[in-house]
C-alpha cells in the first residue's frame, strides 16, 4: 500500500518567494496533520484536518503560513513570503479515523532551505 | 497531556534484545501510549501504542506497568537498521478526537555490532 506522498523532497529558494508543499494522505484516511521539525524546536504540529475541515490551526507560526484541504486526497502548506528561519523539515502524516485513538502515518517530509 | 521522560542514549548490542524505559508518571485513565522512531532523514514511523494492556506485534512488544506510570518498548532482536531516534508519546482525546501527538527529545538508540 501506499503511504503518505510528500512533494517536492527537497525545495531551496530565496526569501521572499513563495513556497507551496504538497501531501497526499493514504487512501481511505480522514485526517490529515501538518509538522515541522527543526534542531531548536523538534517536532511541532501545525495543523490538522479532519474529514478536509481545519480543526486545529494553533500551530501555525504566522500568517505567512496557510493549508488548505482541497480533497480527501490532497492537502498543501503554503509559506508566502518565506523566510531564512521558516527552513526546516515539514512533515505531513495521516490517520484513518477522524476521531480515533488510531495512529498518524508519516511521510518522508520536505527539507525546506530558505536561502 | 501527561509528559514523558526517556533516557537521551542508549547502546544496545546487534541481536540482543533493546528495552527502551519511559516514564509517564501523570498519565490520567483515558491517555494512550504510543511508540514512534524515526531513522535520519526519514518520517516518524509509528511502532506500538496501548492503554493498559500490554501490546505485541511484529516490530516491538509495549509493557505497561500496572500503575500505567511507565513503561517499556522492546525490540526482541535489535538489527543495526534499528538505530534511530525513538518516541514514547503519551495522548489523550481533547475532546476533538484529535489525539495529537506531542513529540519530545525521545531516546537515541545505537545498535552496535
Redesign the interface.
Known sequence: DAGVIQSPRHEVTEMGQEVTLRCKPISGHNSLFWYRQTMMRGLELLIYFNNNVPIDDSGMPEDRFSAKMPNASFSTLKIQPSEPRDSAVYFCASRRDSYSNQPQHFGDGTRLSIL | DAKTTQPPSMDCAEGRAANLPCNHSTISGNE?V?WYRQIH??????II?G?KNNETNEMASLIITEDRKSSTLILPHATLRDTAVYYCIV?R?SG??????????GTKLSVIP
Do not use: E, R
Not at chain 2, 41 to 46: A, T, V
Not at chain 2, 96 to 105: D, I, M, P, R
Open positions: 494512550y504510543y532523514s526519514q518520517g516518524p514511523q509509528y501504542h492503554l495522548s482525546d476533538a478526537g484529535s489525539y495529537q501527538l506531542t513529540f519530545g527529545k
